[in-house]
């Protein structure tokens, strides 16, 4: 009996270890029932190609916004920005893959299958949009300045998994796909548009979406030029 007790506590030690590293890996990233799905069904993190649909944000102006405030002061208008934006992305089945400055990259479709990730990325970038209206109204009214963001949802495949050292390793994705969003949300600078998808992306969410084709546009690191659409709003 020895053994098999010590082989049983074995087995129930290696999952609760098991469990405690999947929190540790998305806790802080989905939203409870993603993470729910994640551990009953369990998810390739060793990584896997998947395809996805990636989110990236910028705020615009953070440079002239950071001149003219202190770091605490800066630090304080950024993390309750992020906090905002974080419940959005999560809302819509959205991992936070990332913060990269000031701006956000994030994961629809992965680390758990989601027949509807364009369609909740889109949703996403729409409700950022909306939020951070809502936040800049009180902002305004208690005599802070306000934040101007552009957003950008690009779909394709991609490679998801944990990535890293021995020491650290986090989840998240590579590929031509997150490549591209980065460049597409650049553009809403030049273009002065605040939403921007791609038309893989368009091709999942046509049927309920507005959106103005503004063309083709060569950016730095791809050698075929991006079709970029403005998406003006859900229907």
Do not use: C
Request: hydrophobic content about 45%.
């Amino acid at each position: 009996m020895a053994p098999l007790v010590a082989t049983i506590g074995y087995v129930h030690v290696s999952r609760l270890i098991a469990r405690r590293r999947l929190r540790s890996a998305f806790g802080q990233y989905v939203s409870p029932e993603v993470l729910d799905r994640v551990l009953r069904e369990g998810s390739d993190l060793g990584g896997e190609t998947r395809t996805v649909s990636v989110l990236m944000s910028d705020v615009r102006g953070f440079t002239t916004l950071s001149e003219g405030l202190p770091p605490a002061r800066i630090s304080e208008i950024m993390n309750e920005y992020f906090a905002v934006m974080v419940d959005v992305i999560l809302s819509h089945r959205g991992m936070v893959s990332d913060f990269i400055g000031d701006g956000i990259l994030a994961i629809f479709g992965a680390p758990l299958d989601d027949a509807e990730h364009a369609w909740h990325a889109v949703q996403t970038a729409v409700g950022m949009q909306d939020a951070l209206r809502d936040l800049n109204e009180r902002w305004v009214a208690e005599g802070r300045p306000p934040l101007a963001i552009g957003v950008a949802v690009n779909t394709g495949e991609a490679f998801a998994g944990n990535m890293g050292s021995a020491r650290k390793k986090k989840y998240s994705v590579l590929g031509d796909t997150v490549n591209s969003v980065a460049r597409m949300e650049s553009l809403n600078r030049d273009l002065g548009t605040r939403v921007l998808i791609s038309s893989p992306t368009l091709s999942m969410v046509k049927d309920r979406v507005r959106v103005t084709d503004r063309g083709e546009v060569h950016v730095k690191g791809k050698s075929q030029a991006l079709a970029i659409i403005e998406l003006e709003g859900l229907l």
